[in-house]
Structures are given as structure tokens and as C-alpha cells.
């Protein structure tokens, strides 16, 4: 059986990792980016949730793209970002195994 990645699952991942990788040295506009890129991912995986009905991924990727809000960014000192940055890669892996998408081609064959 072929395994199926949806969007929101390799936004997730590729979150999770830019995320950690924020944890070593990068000029400010990695952080800007890594802003903007982490609330896309939460809002998308919070629209995704609430398709699939559920409904505490929703707030808590709603909470997520608050969090990470590039439009009116949050005053946070480094290393509290760091924790920040750890735990979202952590919430955004974990969510793979909770919120997931099911495969169109394997609905319409037993559908």
C-alpha cells in the first residue's frame, strides 16, 4: 500500500523541522520567514482540523499562528523562543499521527 502525504501533513513537517533548525544561529530574517511560514502551516492545519471535526487541533493551531503572528509579532526573549520553537516542532509532530488526512484515491475505492 502506498503512503499518502497530504499538503498539510508535509507543511507540517517541513514546520516542525525549520523550527528546530531555528535553534542555532540565524540572522534576523530567518525569523521573520520562520514566522510567517509557521502561521500558514497552523492556520492551514487549523482549517484541516476543523474539516475533519477536530475541534481542539483547531484552537490549538489557532493559538499556534497567534503565537506566531508575523503581522503584530510577539516581544519574547531568545531563549523563551527557543522553548516556543520546541514545543510548536513537537505539537506540529505529534498532530501527523492525530490529524490526518485521508487518501481520495483509497475513499473512492471503498466509497
Do not use: Q
Amino acid at each position: 500500500m502506498k503512503t499518502y502525504l497530504s499538503f498539510s501533513v508535509i507543511a507540517r513537517i517541513v514546520g516542525s523541522v525549520l523550527l528546530f533548525w531555528a535553534l542555532s544561529r540565524h540572522p534576523y530574517g530567518y525569523f521573520t520567514v520562520l514566522r510567517w511560514i509557521v502561521c500558514a502551516v497552523a492556520l492551514y492545519s487549523a482549517y484541516v482540523s476543523n474539516s475533519l471535526k477536530r475541534l481542539p487541533w483547531v484552537w490549538i493551531f489557532g493559538l499556534v499562528a497567534i503565537v506566531f503572528n508575523p503581522l503584530v509579532p510577539m516581544k519574547i526573549d531568545r531563549v523563551t523562543w527557543g522553548y516556543v520553537d520546541v514545543a510548536t516542532g513537537v505539537l506540529f509532530i505529534v498532530s501527523l499521527f492525530i490529524v490526518r488526512e485521508h487518501s481520495p484515491k483509497h475513499e473512492s475505492l471503498n466509497g
